[in-house]
């Protein structure tokens, strides 16, 4: 009976042992669970922060898209400016040629002008020489006329 009670007691023993053993490997099981979701949070967090990079990496490529663009609208403004200047010029120059076509069609006429305005002082000369004439026959017809008048 001795042998029997003993046997249990060891039996007992064995059986808490057991139990104890058993909660040590649930224990361990719950610290490798707790561990992986550790690690489950860490390749979130690690995932997340791979996002927000990439999110980063995304906004400088676009803040460089919008100053090339920028770059590209005053390259633009630029050339349009050009354009406008060169347009201006051959505006002038146009112009410039229509001055010179209206001087040439003004030419002769200012000729003309000029050669009335000679013809003009020529008469005014005859006119002067045929007064001074009719001066010269008038003074001496009075010559005549008091030579014939006191003889």
Do not use: A, E
Request: hydrophobic fraction near 85%; proline fraction near 1%; aromatic fraction near 4%.
């Amino acid at each position: 009976m001795l042998l029997l009670l003993l046997l249990l007691q060891l039996l007992l023993l064995l059986l808490q042992l057991l139990i104890l053993l058993l909660l040590l490997l649930l224990l361990l099981l719950l610290l490798l669970l707790l561990l992986l979701l550790l690690m489950l949070l860490l390749l979130l967090l690690l995932k997340l922060l791979l996002m927000l990079m990439l999110l980063l990496l995304l906004l400088q490529l676009l803040l460089l898209l919008q100053q090339l663009l920028l770059l590209l609208l005053l390259l633009l403004l630029l050339m349009l400016l050009l354009l406008l200047l060169l347009l201006l010029l051959q505006l002038l120059l146009l112009l410039q040629q229509l001055l010179i076509l209206l001087l040439l069609l003004l030419l002769p006429l200012l000729l003309i002008l000029l050669l009335l305005l000679l013809l003009l002082q020529l008469l005014l000369l005859l006119q002067q020489l045929l007064l001074l004439l009719l001066l010269v026959v008038l003074q001496l017809l009075l010559h005549c006329y008091c030579y014939f008048y006191y003889s």
